[in-house]
């Protein structure tokens, strides 16, 4: 591969040496799958094809001439929502679930099915009772937990007519949902709307279809998210200010290393827990390795690192690169941003692919049924299948990159609180006086469209420097972690003010606030922010971004965050083009019925133009200097 192609791949270092790697053993990653994919069906680019019937597939012509009609007669605008609507219903469906799951676990820790679970922290449980009216006084734990548990999943298939967190959304953006009947109704009930709305010969107009897909995002991120996020921090643990290590230079060269991938935490806190077992330990002694090493990727890191402090080995185009390493003895899956490729991958290698949810299978990876009743037991012998492993290494195939980088990570909303001294108040000051001219939630993914890593970095450099603070989740996070930027050394890269403020109280410019559903708690700050003004949170001078994003969860995520008030600008370009009218509803129009609307730019330099203009908009329309 010519230096220009292959430095265009990445920013990072660590993945760089692994693609040079890559090459040199002959092994493919999704770099070469995109090459090899390009150029990509034009239709799908635009959103311009369907396949909802049997009369299809049909596909309409972007440059106006025939066909304009599917079968059934669809034109470009409804075929191009009812699209975006079913990657909206598959990402809320995806987080959603993940929420259910941690909702059950939570349930079978009450009731005593799941002994190695217990609950963490009472006193968000507490709170979390408070919100739903449970009684608290004299109960014990368990017992609020089991009512908290139910409640919880009333949320799903709701009959009560709305979400309990709605009492969080400021009142001026509840008006605005219930005018445009964007009030969410239960989170499973909006998700198979979608499916019924987009079915042949259901909702064909696609202003209609797209406020739905807006109702249906809002019960992902006030529902089945913020669940995820809240009864996590209940079972294990609400996050406090952690320091990490991340890249893929945590992987060490004399230990057992086990990488835990995808997003949910049940499972992987177990495999923390179960690498610690002293008999693990002398059964890895005597097999030759100096310990075990268990590291993180993608989301399932960002909870163990969030609540543990556990290693990142990196975001998720490194996860064939992890692999490449040749020194990862077991790379443990659950679900969600898990390339199938991996199982190919690990055949050239001794490292064993080991699938644990029901709900995803892996052809060629090992399953191991993950059962909550037995979790600390089940996560004990998959710890052993990676010990076992490691006298397979071939050490001479080994080649960890050298590159890893401490981060500061851990900051819920309420470490942010702890932060301030207990209240929001010197945040709104800093916000009001103009050190801190906004905030900026920047968040999403990789994708091999676009260079690995640059969205998110310069994004990122370009905001702090303009006193914009700026928090983040997911991959996103694990990119700035890698470049240095979630230091409170970090500090120095940023504009006078915020630089100020960072000092004052020893943290990053850059906070890292979780996994991909912990967006809800970037939610739950924009909401606080708001109340404590008494304004809409589209009247503060917030911002989102997706740089890197490729997933349909970050599409919800998107929808829900514009759909809450907040403008938002993607770097890689959505697949609705085919239609002017639901881009430009999209783009422009959703300003008049919610307050905010999505910008798509490529130029992360140009993104980040358009954030601070948007900011300095947002600052003098409320009177701040
Ligand atoms: Fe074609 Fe209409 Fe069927 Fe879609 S729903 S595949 S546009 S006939
Ligand atoms: S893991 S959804 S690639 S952020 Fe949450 Fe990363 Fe995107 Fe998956």
Redesign the pocket.
Known sequence: MDQEKRNQRSIDPATLAMLDRAEAEGLETAWDRHDRQEPQCGFGLLGLC?????????RIDPFGGEPQ??????GAD??VA?NLLRAIAAGAAAHSDHGRDIVEALLHASTGQSPDYQVKDRDKLAALAGELDIAVEGRSAEEIAADVAQAALEEFGTRKGTLAFLNRVPEKRRETWSKFGLTPRGIDREIVEVMHRT???VDNEYVNLILHGLRTALSDGWGGSMWATELSDVLFGTPEPVEGVSNLGVLQENEVNIIVHGHEPTLSEMIVAAARDPELLELAQSKGAEGINVCGMCCTGNELLMRHGVPVAGNFLQQELAIITGAVEAMVVDVQCIMPALTSLADCYHTEIISTSPKAKFPGAKHVPFEEEKALQIAGEIVKIAVEGYPKRNPERVFIPKEKMEFVAGFSVEAILSALGGSLDPLLDAIKEGSIKGIAGIVGCNNPKITHDHGHVTLTEELIKADILVVETGCTAIASAKRGLLLPEAAQKAGPGLRAVCEALKIPPVLHMGSCVDISRILVVAAAVANALGVDISELPLAGAAPEWMSEKAVSIGSYVIGSGIFTVLGTVPQVLGSENVAALLTEGANDVIGAAFAVETDPLKAAVLIVEHISDKRSKLGLP
């Open positions: 369907c396949r909802n019937c049997n009369m299809g597939p049909c009609k599917g079968v059934c007669g669809a409804t075929i009812r079915h042949i010969g």
